[in-house]
């Protein structure tokens, strides 16, 4: 099992919505989530929002007004609503944590925006 788990990917259409979530398995004693970025085929990986320490957010200026960032209050879960989404934005999605000074990712989910 995974220490993180990214769930809510698929295929939407220009404009639509979709809402990824990363969950901190039972062997992500230790873990921090930190937040979300992507890669698109071809393309270095790229942050595109984290959330931090009492809930401070920073976010990719291309994704700025449409997603948002947000976690639960155990801290164990993360989420990123993505809203007018655009095909610019299809790419798989990974959820980022870190566990002492080491980064930890998740497997990643594909997010693609097509008519």
């Known amino acids: 099992q995974v220490p993180l788990v990214e769930s809510g990917g698929g295929l939407v259409q220009p404009g639509g919505s979709l809402r990824l979530s990363c969950a901190a398995s039972s062997r992500a004693l230790g873990l921090t989530i930190l937040g979300w970025y992507r890669q698109a085929p071809g393309n270095q990986r790229e942050l595109v929002a984290v959330i931090v320490g009492g809930g401070t957010t920073r976010y990719a200026d291309s994704v700025k007004g449409r997603f948002t960032i947000s976690r639960d209050k155990a801290y164990s879960t993360v989420y990123l609503q993505m809203n007018s989404l655009k095909p610019e934005d299809t790419a798989v999605y990974f959820c980022?944590?870190?566990?002492?000074?080491?980064?930890?990712w998740g497997q990643g989910t594909q997010v693609t925006v097509s008519s």
């Open positions: 980022k944590g870190r566990r002492g000074s080491a980064d930890v």
